[in-house]
C-alpha cells in the first residue's frame, strides 16, 4: 500500500505520511483494507473543506454523500445545481433532445444504474447528436462492448487502462480526430471549466477498452468535473414486492462478487421507502467473514429478517437461526392458528447444537477473536497482492476475511473446464480448498490458520495457474 522507501525515509528524516482516502470505498477493493487498520491504529481527521466546492450547498452535498444520506444530497443536487431527475431512459432522452443546450457534450453526463441503462441512452443520445448534424463520419470499430460507430464529436468514455497512451479506466473525453487509414483515433480528454484537456490517441486494432460516453454509471462518474449531470432514478415504487434478499457485501454462490458497504446501507433505504422487507443472508458472510461480526453493520444497518448458519457454531455442529424484528415476531405470535409460522430450519433447536453455538459464541467474550479476524484480513489483503498486476489472473479482491480472484481461461463460468481440474490439484497437495465456482478461486480460511499455512496455499495458487494454460 504504502512505499517502503518513502516511509523509511520519512522515518529516518522524522518527516510524517499522510495518507487521504475513504476507507469505506477503498475497504473492497485488494488492498484497500489496510486504509482502515492504518486509521485505527493512528488515528485520523476528517477533511470538510474541499477547494472545489465554493459554496455552502456543495459541501454540504458532499458531507452527506460520504455519510450515506444520498436521498438528502440529490435532493441539494437537483435543488441547487443545473442538474436533472428522470424516472427512464426514454424520460431523460426526450428532455434532452428537447432543448438543444442540455444534449450532452463536452462536459455533461448522464448517471444511470446499470450498464443495460447505459446501453440504451448511449445509443437514444448520440441519435440526437447525429440527427442534428453534430457528428462527423460514421467509422465502425470493434471494442471490448461489440462493435459501434465512431465519429469526430463523439463523446468517448474509457473502460480500460493503455498506460503508454495515457488512457486510464473511467476517463471521458472528444472524439477530435479518427485516421480512415491506420483507424488511429485521437481525443480531447474532459478538464476542469476553462482548461484545455489533455490529448490521446492510440489505434482502434490494438485498445479496444472504450465505448460512447454520453451516458455511464454513477461508479464511472466518481470524480468527474462536469457542466451539467443527468441523473436517472430507478427505485423500487411499487408495493407489491414482499422482500429484498440480499447476500450482504460478496455474494457468494454468485462468484465471491464484492461491493461495497454503502451500495448495502442504500438497498436498505430503497427497502425501507417503497415499504420492502429487507432480509439478510449472513449464512456465509456473518461472525466475522468480512472484518465484523455481520456484514450488515458495515453498513450501519439492521435488516429486518437475518439469516445465519455455519459460524454460528464455529463449523462443529449444523445449526441454523432466523432472527427478526419485533414486529415480524409479533405478527405471528399468536394463539390464532391463521397466525402461526409453521415452517422452520431443518437445522434449528437440536440441543447439542445450541449448546455449541452458545460456546462458539462466549469465546468471543474470553479470547481476542476480534483482533484474530482483524489480521487475518491482513493477511490476506497482504498475500494476495502478489497476483493483482499477475497476468494469469484478473479481479483480484478481499473483503475482511474473504479473499478470491479470477483465473483467465478461454471458458470462464460455473462450467469452466479449469474448475475439476483445481479441485484436484489442491487435494493431491492436501489443501482442502472448496471445489472453485468455475474459474473463480476464492479462499475462506479457519480463524485459527496461521501465516505460513497461508503462504503454503498461496504458493499452490501460484502453481494451479499453469492448469489453465492449455484451455485459454
Known amino acids: 500500500m504504502m512505499d517502503a522507501k518513502l516511509t523509511g525515509e520519512a522515518r529516518l528524516s522524522g518527516a510524517k505520511v499522510v495518507l487521504a482516502g475513504d476507507d469505506r470505498q477503498l475497504g473492497s477493493i485488494e488492498r484497500g483494507g489496510l486504509f482502515t487498520e ?12 474541499v477547494t472545489r466546492q465554493k459554496v455552502d450547498w456543495q459541501r454540504e452535498a458532499a458531507h452527506d454523500l460520504s455519510d450515506g ?22 424520460s ?38 447525429r440527427a442534428r448534424g453534430e457528428l462527423g463520419e460514421d467509422f465502425v470499430f470493434t471494442t471490448k462492448h461489440g462493435e459501434a460507430p465512431f465519429a469526430v464529436g463523439d463523446r468517448i468514455q474509457f473502460t480500460d487502462t493503455l498506460k503508454g497512451a495515457g488512457i486510464y479506466n473511467g476517463n471521458a473525453g472528444v472524439i477530435t480526430r479518427i485516421d480512415r487509414d491506420s483507424g488511429r483515433i485521437g481525443v480531447t480528454l474532459d478538464s476542469a471549466a476553462g482548461r484545455e484537456g489533455r490529448k490521446v490517441e492510440w489505434y482502434a486494432s490494438e485498445f479496444s477498452g472504450f465505448r460512447h460516453g454520453y451516458a455511464g454509471t454513477i461508479y464511472k462518474g466518481q470524480g468527474k468535473t462536469l457542466d451539467h449531470t443527468y441523473l436517472m432514478q430507478r427505485l423500487a415504487r411499487n408495493r407489491d414486492v414482499a422482500a429484498l434478499i440480499v447476500e450482504p457485501l460478496v455474494l457468494g454462490a454468485g462468484g465471491m462478487l464484492m461491493y461495497p458497504a454503502w451500495v448495502l446501507t442504500e438497498l436498505k433505504r430503497i427497502a425501507e421507502r417503497s415499504g420492502t422487507l429487507f432480509i439478510a443472508d449472513e449464512v456465509m458472510t456473518g461472525w466475522g467473514r468480512t472484518g465484523t461480526i455481520f ?57 447439542i447444537a445450541c449448546a455449541a453455538a452458545l460456546a462458539n459464541v462466549g469465546i468471543r467474550y474470553d479470547e481476542p477473536v476480534a483482533e484474530r479476524v482483524a489480521a487475518l484480513s491482513r493477511m490476506q489483503t497482504e498475500k494476495i497482492a502478489r497476483f493483482s498486476q499477475d497476468p494469469r489472473f484478473e479481479n483480484v479482491r478481499t473483503t475482511g476475511t474473504i479473499a478470491a480472484l479470477d483465473l483467465r481461461v478461454g471458458n470462464a463460468g460455473y462450467l469452466a473446464e479449469v474448475g475439476p481440474r483445481l479441485r484436484a490439484f489442491f487435494l493431491e497437495r492436501g489443501l482442502l480448498v472448496r471445489p472453485p465456482l468455475g474459474n473463480v478461486i476464492y479462499v475462506l480460511l479457519p480463524y485459527c490458520v496461521t501465516s505460513d499455512e497461508l503462504d503454503r496455499l498461496y504458493a499452490a495458487i501460484d502453481e494451479a495457474a499453469e492448469l489453465a494454460s492449455d484451455v485459454r
Open 295 to 351: 456484514a450488515c453493520d458495515q453498513a450501519a444497518i439492521a435488516p429486518d429478517i437475518l439469516c445465519t448458519s455455519k459460524g454460528l457454531t464455529g463449523g462443529s455442529l449444523p445449526l441454523a437461526a432466523t432472527l427478526a424484528t419485533d414486529a415480524i415476531f409479533r405478527a405471528h405470535y399468536s394463539k390464532d392458528r391463521a397466525r402461526t409460522f409453521f415452517h422452520s430450519s431443518s437445522y434449528t433447536a437440536n440441543p
Open 38 to 49: 492504518l486509521k485505527k491504529e493512528h488515528g485520523s481527521v476528517e477533511i470538510r473543506e
Open 92 to 129: 431523460c432522452a426526450e428532455s434532452l433532445s428537447s432543448d438543444g443546450r442540455r444534449i450532452p457534450h463536452r462536459r455533461a453526463f448522464v448517471f444511470a444504474y446499470t450498464n443495460k441503462d447505459v446501453d440504451a441512452l448511449n445509443k437514444d443520445l448520440r441519435a440526437v447528436r
Open 69 to 90: 444520506r444520498f436521498e438528502e444530497a440529490l435532493r441539494l443536487l437537483l435543488a441547487t445545481s443545473p442538474s436533472s431527475g428522470h424516472q427512464s431512459g426514454t
